[in-house]
């Protein structure tokens, strides 16, 4: 058996993305599948290094971060998966994360630095599967309704 996995959006769900309003504030959940080894591409400064893909997550962290923070943007929550309670059998994943960016146009322009796109390829060879889910931010409260 073969699953998919998803490290980019595809075509589709990124068009779907830009046709949503990009003046409005945006959560961006985040779900996170490492690889054991990171694959970087031939050439790269971090191939043969023998890193985790935690490990090259954290330098996707380190170099995109002045980026996602210059556009605005934060982590309003963080955490490590646990199990799944709802959901499809045997999907786990190694975190999770709710980013918020003042705009859609924030997410865009940080996406097309040309220091974000050197920084991406860390993520990309970080990861295995991902998820990468857009909210409009809603009122918090003490109910579910």
């Keep these: 058996m073969t699953c998919e996995t998803y490290i980019d ?3 589709a769900n990124f068009q779907a993305f830009k046709n949503l309003p990009r003046d409005r504030p945006i959560q961006m959940l985040n779900l996170l599948l490492y690889r054991d080894l990171a694959e970087y591409p031939a050439g790269h400064e971090h191939s043969g290094k023998g890193w985790s893909g935690r490990r090259a997550y954290a330098e996707y962290g380190a170099t995109s971060g002045p980026i996602f923070k210059r556009v605005g943007g934060t982590i309003l929550w963080r955490g490590a998966f646990q199990t799944m309670v709802t959901g499809p059998d045997g999907e786990c994943w190694h975190d999770g994360f709710i980013a918020q960016y003042p705009d859609a146009g ?3 322009a940080m996406i097309k ?3 974000y796109r050197q920084a991406v390829v860390n993520r990309t060879a970080a990861l295995v599967d991902s998820r990468l889910v857009r909210f409009a931010p809603g009122e918090a409260g003490e109910g579910f309704g």
């Design 9 to 11: 959006p595809s075509p």
């Design 106 to 108: 924030a997410f865009f």
């Design 113 to 115: 630095d040309p220091d």
